[in-house]
């Protein structure tokens, strides 16, 4: 008899589901080990001062400087507010225009593509477009303002704080809410219909659909944007790089900015990769509630 | 010998030859030569009139051009080295020399110079310009031009506006501001400021220092390890541009965000009168607007001063100096366009292109043309009134930090003395980090 036929046959390793799942995912593995997980080991190692230095020793000097710097206390409140904001206007923004491609209207593909179209543009060129038009003297904002709405001398947008915090977040807002609004979109089509047509035999009023219909089936594509368009603005540097400088004064300068300059123009490498794994860590903490929302539904 | 074994030799014979004949031009070596003035119209002009003489008298080795915007300089360079690539030959300012020292991204040059005739051949540059690019008795660079920064005007908007001489001190020079500021339209907006002062990273150190040094002032101590910034001569240079800026007005609107290129652009279109700048500025500016006539109504004189104050440093001086890279594959050839740029005929060709006095001597004190230029004759007793910035690592850090302070102050988000007072504390702990 054999010992298939008993029942004790020994599978193959190659033939194991176990195996031949991580045979296939390994070569995505190996990828992603070696573009993030060697510069995530260089960047911890070099916060320690081991690698890219003359005289490599362990210390946790950059560490301790991120404790006592006013510079990164200030660069972490700024990405604070400018991530918290950014990330309620695209939300807004991204929702509403999402209801509004989402009626049946006649060339609703042009408008979705005209909806579209600020995502297409990198951020370093946005910013630089958004420089000029609120220019003082060149500017076509100012000019505008002067012309028409009674303005007697310009307006120094990015020579004010508030205004240039204000810039900034417009600028970003405008850029990148149709991230949001494409997976609201794609929330608000998976709604099934049967459920309006429910509340409307109800005698449900328009706001009462949105509030009890289309926001609680959104909230998990909601929790899904937010948190990527978190993790991605807490990142943003070209923006802020090409609008504001991170200025005026250190008043619109984030922590990518300060980890670029502490890097490339302070020549200080074990300090800005200590801010990059500061900054890391939040992320990945943020990235929690995204992985737990996503595996519940994938398990 | 048989047919066969002849034309076997012939091919083996058109075979040597040909790689006898290919020998020379695989021997040929090419050099990358970068240069943010390569970005910039006048200078690269300049650079690759020059290279191309260069190439010509040495056929067996090219360069190639490795334009990089001031801006992006450092970021790109130390990427650069930091992976022991980079370009062969490159041009710094004085402000990173230091660090790019410390790193040992630049080739020590003692060994070639001594070839050429060690301290013989070094006599003829200014000492002072070769301490930025000397360690520990090493000399790792050769300073190819030099300018003090000088309050440079528009003779023209200065006469318009009854000023028969340029500002000697800081209350004249903050009256011809005010008197120059103005709407040239009746009705019209204000259009025309008195002056400028770059506040944007680009630009900001040589423009800000001159104003801090010419009230008495400086960064820091002179054995660069405490800051000067909580002494009276800074508190009075940092209040009198905020005051300029807030009550007068006579900068133009957006200050903050005007670097070096963007000053100059304002001088050329007669948008402001007054700025500080080097000589490199008059080609430049006559290169943005022909109209102007740049060389005949632009005019230099020294930086203000507060009475009583003669004597001390008032000034800034620029300086490019030529590097090699330390890891250069090619370090003969690489010497060889250094010191081929280091040449007289090249330092005064480069003055006849860029108005720039040269790092030599004897240059500046026999070529005609330098002894004959009114912006030179105004800027050369200006050398010995002018001093570099700190000269240690950790300067671009701490010139940041006071860029910031004053924009801080300028955008109203701290007050003056606040703003001072916390650039003093952060310079404090950037000095006293290892």
Redesign the interface.
Known sequence: MSDRANGDHKVNWTEREDVKGVLFVLPALLLLIAVLGFPAVGAVLQSFNLLWTDKPSFTFAAYRQLVDDPAFARAAWNTLLFVIATVSFHLLIGLLVAMLLNLEVRLKWLFRVIALLPWTVPDVFAGLVWRFMVDPLAGFINSVLITFAGQTEPVDWLGTSTLAFGCLILAEGWRAYPFIMLILLAGLQAIPPQQYEAAQLDGATAWQSFRFVTLPNLKTMFVIAAVLDTIWECRLFGMVFSLTGGGPGDATQVLSLLTYRQNFEFFNPAYSAAIAVALAAAMLALSVPYLRLTMKQTV | MSNRSRVLHLLSALVLGLVTLAGPASAQVTLVYSDWQLAENVWNRSLREAFAEFEKANPDIKIKYEPVALGQR??RY??AL?AGKGPDVFALDAN?IK?YI???WVMDLTPFIAKEGGQQYLADWYPSLLGPVTEGGKVYGLPKNVSPIMLTYNKELLTAAGIAAPPKTWAEFREAAKKMTKATKDGG??DQWGTLLVL??AGFDLRFSVVLRGFGGDFLSPDNTKSLLDSPEAKAAFNYVIEMIQNDRSL??????IDAQGGRTLVANRKVAMAFEGLFTVPIIADINPQLDAWKVLEMAPVPQNPGSEKQIRSTYYMKSIFMNSKSEHPEQAWKLIKFMMEKKQMEKWFVDNNLLSGRKSVNDTFKPILENKFTNAARPEIERAAFLPQI??W??IM??VR??L????????TPEQ?LA?AHK?VE?ILA??
Not at chain 2, 252 to 257: D, F, H, L, T, Y
Not at chain 2, 407 to 414: E, R, V
């Open positions: 450092d970021t130390s990427t930091r990173p660090q410390k790193e040992g907006p204000v944007a990273p133009p609107p957006g200050v903050s965000q690592p950790k671009p850090e940041e930090t910031q302070a924009q801080a102050a300028i955008a109203k988000s701290k703003a916390d952060a702990a980090r290892p």
